[in-house]
């Protein structure tokens, strides 16, 4: 005698979270990918706010900052600096790059770099993990 079964057995469940799960690691690669990209483009953008607060400080100051006080004469008038502000040139949140680490400033003499170390943390790489330099964007 047959009876009627109704439900799914092991096998199709199994077979479902295989699909499910397929789906799902194809779906969070493209999501975090995503992510990533918002982070590097932000990070450029923060750069161009960066470059244009150096700008305004080299107008009112005559020079870029020192190495030695670096991205922080934007917050805080310098003793070298006698026309700074009148007020900050630039918020602090903006001084950390999307990966919560302070961007690197680095006074050449002739021009000034800006730069995040990307995702990673660590210089070079490829990808999401490349570094963002206002060099970049010259």
Sequence with gaps: MLRNEKGMNLIEI???MVI???LLSVIGTTVFNA???SRMSTARIQISEISKALE???TDCKSYPSNDVGLQALLQAP???KNWGPGQYLKKNVLTDPWNREFLYENTGQKYIIKSLGKDG???GEGVNA???SE???
Excluded: N, P
């Design 14 to 16: 199994m077979i479902v």
């Design 20 to 22: 499910i799960g397929g």
């Design 35 to 37: 992510l990533d990209r």
């Design 56 to 58: 305004m400080y080299s």
């Design 79 to 81: 003793a070298d600096c």
């Design 122 to 124: 660590k210089e070079g």
């Design 131 to 133: 570094d963002i330099s």
């Design 136 to 138: 970049d964007e010259k």
